[in-house]
């Protein structure tokens, strides 16, 4: 038997100026995970898979999926890298608590899991860069045109500095940090949220690209305060982040309702997360605070609330 764990993701800084070739960090959310276990099935016809993933109420042969269904695809974009087509049957049962439609990496981490799964469980492991690869050619059923950031940063389970159609630069921080993730309840549609910027930047390009490159500023300033463990002057860069998230309409008074909320909580910085017009915000703390600032969250309206800490 195979099993094993993918965590999900947050955006620190830098969405969807990264689909512009600008820079954005990622870290991975080890308190939520998407779960993948297969067990071969031993009265069954050689090369064929039963796929079990009750989140999205799948229990079926994976040759009786619609063409084109990303599980389906996942599956079959591994087997082709493997270049494996004699195997005993097998069952693959995905299980996840990443929130979906969220902004946390959910899709990403699930073809992550399985592909990672697939390919130990077939004896030949992929490598992480391969593994997320291919997690990339599904991102695309699901997202159109993704920038690849939630496929890497999953697939390395590190603090990720990603700049579109390179490597990962995997980072480590200098001091610790404590995040909390707040969910404003509203689905976060990354598809439309990126099309939506797409018609506004072609309509004003010179406006767009300007707020990108500030935004991609932020992020550099962000990184080199995160390695050097300054977290006092990466909470303002966040807070500067999200006044050019608003501007370039993917926020949400659902979201600034939040975000303000941590804000005057003591937050030492907090934005939206992800795609946005809904979706999680994210709030840097100082932990002494933790309390009051989940309070004053769940006060305004957060329909979950996650703490998580990213260590050294
Ligand atoms: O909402 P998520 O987790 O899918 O993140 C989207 C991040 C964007 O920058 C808006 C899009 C992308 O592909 O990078």
Do not use: C
């Amino acid at each position: 038997m195979t099993s094993l764990n993918v965590p999900g993701k947050i955006i620190l800084l830098g969405e969807h100026a990264v689909v512009y070739g600008r820079p954005a960090i990622a870290i991975p959310v080890h308190d939520v995970q998407a779960k993948v276990t297969i067990s071969t099935i031993k009265d069954a016809d050689a090369n064929s898979i039963y796929l079990d993933a009750p989140n999205v109420h799948i229990s079926d042969w994976v040759h009786d999926l619609s063409e084109g269904q990303p599980l389906r695809e996942a599956i079959q974009l591994t087997l082709s890298a493997l270049n494996i087509h004699e195997f005993p049957a097998f069952q693959l049962r995905i299980s996840s608590t990443i929130p979906v439609a969220s902004g946390m990496g959910s899709s990403a981490a699930v073809s992550v899991a399985l592909i990672r799964a697939i390919s130990i469980h077939l004896g030949n492991p992929l490598s992480i860069e391969q593994q997320s690869a291919l997690a990339f050619e599904v991102e695309k059923l699901h997202h159109g045109t993704p920038s690849g950031i939630d496929n890497n940063v999953v697939a390395h389970e590190k603090p990720i500095f990603y700049s579109r159609g390179e490597q990962p630069q995997v980072f480590i921080p200098g001091e610790r940090m404590v995040i909390v993730i707040a969910d404003t309840g509203i689905p976060s549609q990354t598809a439309q949220a990126v099309e939506g910027v797409r018609e506004r930047w072609v309509s004003d390009e010179d406006y767009y690209e300007a707020i990108f490159d500030q935004i991609s500023d932020l992020t550099i300033l962000a990184k080199r305060a995160i390695i050097s463990g300054q977290i006092s002057v990466l909470g303002p860069l966040m807070n500067q982040n999200q006044v050019l998230l608003e501007a370039i309409g993917v926020s949400s008074p659902e979201i600034e309702k939040l975000v303000q909320s941590a804000q005057s909580a003591g937050a030492l910085g907090a934005k939206l997360s992800g795609a946005g017009r809904g979706g999680n915000i994210i709030a840097l703390i100082d932990p002494s605070h933790e309390q009051t600032i989940s309070d004053a969250l769940e006060e305004s309206g957060a329909v979950s609330i996650i703490s998580t800490r990213v260590t050294p």
